[in-house]
């Protein structure tokens, strides 16, 4: 939309905000309304998802409208609590996924480059190394560190994480010990993600970032085995949501490609001298053993949309007619993942239709396949912890409403969504996508902090149901989604 468009639009979604939801102001909470938790010694642990990241980095306003921090907002309307986090001073943080050596990125953030633009461009910020904190660690009550394993609870170190040591002390004591040891009346565990998402973030490419069933298994029982045995605490852990749900994942299609008729014979050539070499390769050989042709589908009255064309080093090797050997050049097929990693700059630059794309940049049907098999396991696992201690834990359901949403936000390449079901909350709805009302953040992966706001919703509803408490829900619309900069 174009900037007057869009400031009209923001005055007209402020003036419609200020009219949603009034929350009763003669309410007055009592200790009695926190029903079966105490709240003392309110303890939270867990990853990036807890702790506040957001559009790629954990900064100061992220970390303020963190689930963690919101969550201890509310609980404070009920009873005095004092919540303390690792204040990490910045206003654009480190990005996790851009920043390497001495090159370091903040934040992502949307900006109109001028008055005539109908679209924001996603930039990086300039970011700035993560400090060590120099707070009381022991005072700490959000002991959430962004990037962590479930299967690093039984490490005392994380060389490779900057934020470990902001956080814990490095005496050789593991991570579960140590949230043991800060004797919690209350604790909410929500971790996991991390488990499966590097891995699925970077292609499927590492498999030291896919944790199996069985390091996840024996880590998180032990924690909560060790809450159980050593803390009266009541603890409430939270499921994890699918890679699927998540915008890194659906918002390039794997047919987003649009070419010009002049742009398509240009492809076409690019990969004829090749496609004559596949074609022979293949004579004679079954179907299953195959190599695939490049082809494009021809524009008709809108631009055809394309597969882009990647690198797949799982195709069996083959050979031009002088003997040199055929690249192993493929295209994506509907049942598979084009991730958001490929950049606009990449594609303005021909990566995925004249250049192929590295098998970083995607996800193949075998890798979608092992992620789903993984999740289920991990949230198999964290069902069954649950059961286990049923006076003493509550599972917070998380993946079901997210994908509530996030199928607003998934789209075919034609722009055709997937559910047309729009959640709302008080007569504003909650996107799956990357705009203003989106619960996601600009990385695409972690939560914004109207996503938190809604997220912490949950943690609230199950604790409500489960411990007998009437802790106040949190008012969304209080809570922005990804803001527009003019320039």
């Known amino acids: 939309m174009k900037i007057r468009t869009f400031i009209l639009y923001i005055i007209l979604f ?25 709240i003392e010694n309110f303890i939270t642990a867990g990853d990036g998802f807890l702790a506040g990241v957001m559009d790629g980095s954990l900064y100061t306003d992220g970390q303020k409208k963190s689930v963690a921090n919101i969550m201890a907002s509310q609980f404070s309307l009920v009873d005095e609590l004092k919540f303390s986090q690792s204040s990490i001073n910045s206003e654009n943080g480190y990005n996790l996924y851009v920043s390497a050596g001495s090159e370091i990125f903040g934040k ?6 001028n008055n005539t633009d109908e679209k924001a461009r996603r930039v990086l910020t300039k970011g700035e190394s993560v400090k060590e904190y120099t707070g009381d660690k022991n005072a700490l009550n959000d002991i959430s560190v962004p990037q962590l394993y479930v299967k690093q609870l039984s490490y005392s170190e994380l060389p490779g994480n900057p934020f470990y040591s902001r956080i814990f002390k490095e005496n050789g004591t593991s991570i579960s010990d140590q ?10 565990c929500w971790m996991g993600i991390n488990d499966f998402l590097n891995f699925a973030v970077h292609g499927a490419t590492n498999p030291d970032d896919f944790t199996s069933g069985e390091d996840f298994q024996s880590n998180y029982t032990l924690l909560i085995d060790e809450l159980i045995q050593n803390t009266n605490s009541k603890i409430v852990i939270g499921n994890l949501p699918s890679f699927e749900d998540l915008p890194f994942f659906y918002i390039r299609q794997y047919d987003f490609l649009k070419f010009t008729n002049k742009q398509l014979s240009t492809v076409y050539a690019r990969y004829s001298e090749y496609n004559d070499a596949v074609a022979k390769y293949n004579v004679g050989l079954p179907e299953d053993q195959k190599r695939p042709l490049i082809s494009f589908n ?38 598979e993942m084009a991730l958001f990693s490929i950049t606009d700059a990449m594609v303005e630059s021909g990566m995925g239709s004249l250049i192929p794309i590295n098998e970083e940049f995607y996800l193949n049907q075998k890798q979608i396949s092992d992620l789903k098999e993984r999740v289920f396991e991990f949230n198999r696992i964290l069902n069954s912890l649950a059961q286990k201690y049923p006076d003493r834990i509550t599972l917070v359901d998380i993946a079901s409403p997210v994908k509530k949403i996030a199928d607003t936000g998934k789209y075919d390449s034609w722009g055709f969504v997937v559910s047309e079901e729009i959640v709302y909350f008080e007569g504003v709805p909650l996107e799956g996508g990357l705009d203003l009302n989106s619960i996601f953040s600009l990385d695409g992966i972690h939560f914004n902090q109207r996503g938190n706001a809604f997220i912490a ?3 609230i509803r199950e604790i409500n149901n489960s411990f007998h408490a009437n802790i106040p829900m949190v008012d969304v619309n209080d809570y922005i989604g990804n803001l527009y900069h003019l320039p």
Do not use: H, M
């Open 14 to 38: 402020s003036i419609f905000n200020s009219c949603n939801y009034d929350f009763p102001e003669d309410r007055v909470f009592t200790a009695e309304d926190l029903g079966e938790i105490n």
């Open 108 to 113: 992502w953030k949307y900006i109109f480059g």
């Open 179 to 188: 949230i043991v040891e800060k004797s919690p009346t209350f604790i909410i």
């Open 298 to 335: 021809d524009n008709g009255v809108t631009l055809y949309p394309q597969p882009i064309v990647v690198i797949d080093e799982s195709l069996p090797d083959a050979f031009y007619p002088d003997g040199k050997p055929l690249e192993k050049f493929r295209q994506l097929n509907e049942d």
């Open 457 to 459: 919703n949950a943690f």
